[in-house]
């Protein structure tokens, strides 16, 4: 009785812990991570649809499903670049490297869109 | 005298294409007849029918059989359209007749009657036999009816035979009726029930059998009811008909004129069936009745006149043909039941039955299939105492081309509308990435 009322106390109070820790990010790294978000949920929307209507023109499912998934990544990997707390390399040659890739992405998408 | 001469030659040039009046295919009824009798007291005792092919335009040979001149080509040429056999007892022919000529006489279109009669020759046989007609195997066999015998005074031994059986075609026997029974006194014969060339015109009664009328009956006969047949017709692959009867007696003008009764019925005929049954019967077999045509088969995209090289697949196309039947003088349009046409490729694609405007032209609209190869539009009709038509058109079909699929794709729409967001997603968020404090 009281290992599991210490075990829901136990997840409470991690749960107040992460949003906590949370909210002390900064700005700019909580607006990439809308961005991820926005990207992931276009990438469910679009499996979603294809689970009802079926896999027809499958290089545009999986054309748009690479693109939302590839921004997620690419977005990712910029926020790990811009991070303060690591110091690999300036922001702006890794906001340079994230438009150049995004740049590629796109190509192909559109060249795999049909 | 030069001069007249190259006149006379040259006259004679002009005119000598006026002098060819035979059977061509334009005009498919036959003119030159070669008539073969055992001798020529059967040209007078069958005068009746005899007159009624002179009045229907034919120009009849009579010779005996063994005539030693009697020959139906010379020069690779056939020198009649038609043959007529109404020698039953005939051993050998004359001339250079044999049965491997007549057979290549029917063989290259040309039509043949033949009439046996009680102690037919093994010649006729073997001819009938190779025609698909089988007599029976004892010469002196007749068909004896003991229901269904014509009422006569003197024959007692009911050999003759009154029979109304007749086969349920207009074309072949006429639009109009026969009202009286047929007179028939002679062999009968069976068919093969598997060829489906041949049709029983005249069939005998279920209760007639084969036999010798003057011997006692030792074993059951082999031919009886309604499988012997006592007149057939085939029609032969490349449309020569032959027509085959077991009775030269049936064309006599004693059997024309003679009232009939059969056996068991009160009405008593004044005249039999046995003009009316052969002249009809006649006019069927020397293409008078029953000769189709097929001209101008055409196939055109709809909404194009001209035939292309080859279809796509999905495409509207239109197929027609005119068929015409000849009636004697003229080719009339035909008026069919149901024609159809086969897409065909293996296996019919597409069977569609043809439309008709009552002016002899054919014609149907279908789409082509979704599959591409090289078919055929077969038209194959078959219908009894007509000329059989079998047509068939190669046409190829493509596969569309890369440019002739639909550009956008409409269940893709979403795909689309995610990667251009993604892609507006992006320059938004750069921006604001770029310019946040």
């Known amino acids: 009785m009281a290992r599991e009322k210490s075990s829901k106390d136990n997840a409470q109070a991690l749960f107040h812990s992460l949003r906590s820790a949370y909210a002390a990010t900064p700005v700019n790294l909580k607006i990439i991570d809308l961005y991820v978000g926005f990207a992931v949920f276009t990438a469910l929307i679009q499996v979603v649809y294809m689970a009802t209507v079926g896999s027809f023109p499958f290089n545009s499912f999986l054309s748009g499903v690479l693109s939302c998934v590839g921004t997620a990544v690419l977005a990712v990997c910029l926020r790990i670049q811009v991070n303060k707390e690591f110091k690999d390399l300036p922001p702006e040659r890794a906001f340079a490297d994230f438009v150049l890739c995004n740049l590629v992405l796109h190509l192909v998408i559109m060249n795999f869109l049909g | 005298m030069g001069k007249s001469w190259v006149i006379f030659v040259t006259s004679i040039l002009i005119l000598l294409p006026f002098l060819c009046n035979s059977f061509s295919i334009e005009t498919p009824t036959d003119h030159r007849v070669l008539v073969l009798l055992d001798d020529f007291a059967i040209k007078s005792s069958h005068s009746s029918y005899f007159n009624f092919l002179k009045s229907r335009g034919f120009d009849l040979d009579f010779k005996l059989s063994d005539d030693p001149k009697v020959a139906l080509q010379r020069y690779g040429q056939y020198l009649y359209d038609a043959l007529i056999l109404f020698c039953p007892s005939v051993e050998r022919f004359g001339g250079s007749i044999d049965v491997a000529a007549i057979i290549n006489f029917v063989d290259s279109g040309h039509d043949l009657i033949i009439a046996a009669d009680v102690n037919a020759s093994d010649l006729i046989r073997e001819i009938s036999t190779e025609c698909g007609v089988d007599f029976d195997e004892d010469p002196s066999a007749m068909v004896i009816d003991h229901t269904g015998y014509a009422v006569s005074e003197t024959e007692g031994d009911h050999t ?82 032959i ?40 006019k069927w077999v020397f293409h008078e009745r029953g000769h189709l045509k097929v001209v101008n088969v055409k196939h055109h995209k709809v909404g194009e006149t001209d035939e292309p090289p080859l279809y796509r697949i999905n495409d ?122």
């Open chain 2, 316 to 437: 509207e196309l239109v197929y027609s043909v005119e068929i015409y039947e000849w009636s004697g003088k003229s080719w009339e349009p035909y008026v069919a039941d149901v024609v159809q046409v086969q897409f065909y490729m293996m296996s019919p694609y597409v069977l569609k039955s043809l439309s008709n405007d009552k002016k002899g032209l054919y014609s149907a609209s279908f789409r082509v299939p979704d599959v591409y190869g090289v078919f055929q539009f077969k038209v194959e009709y078959q219908k009894l105492g007509y000329t059989s038509l079998s047509l068939a058109k190669q046409i190829p079909v493509r596969p569309y081309r890369h440019n002739e699929y639909e550009r956008f794709i409409p269940t893709a729409y979403p795909y689309y509308g995610a990667a251009f967001s993604t892609m507006a997603g992006f320059f938004v968020f750069s921006f604001v990435h770029l310019y946040n404090k």
């Open chain 2, 243 to 282: 027509l085959i009867c077991g009775s030269l007696r049936m064309f006599s003008n004693r059997f024309f004129k003679s009232g009939v009764q059969k056996a068991g019925s009160s009405t008593k005929h004044e005249k039999s069936g046995n003009e009316q049954f052969l002249t009809e019967i006649s």
């Open chain 2, 160 to 241: 003759l035979i009154a029979s109304d059986d007749f086969i349920k075609s207009d074309v072949i026997l006429g639009s109009k009726k026969i009202t009286a029974p047929v007179l028939f006194q002679g062999i009968g014969h069976s068919l093969n029930p598997v060829n489906s060339l041949v049709l029983k015109v005249l069939s005998a009664s279920p209760s007639a059998y084969s036999a010798n009328p003057k011997s006692k009956l030792s074993t059951p006969p082999s031919l009886t009811g309604s499988a012997i047949s006592l007149v057939s017709v085939i029609q032969a692959r490349n449309n020569a008909r």
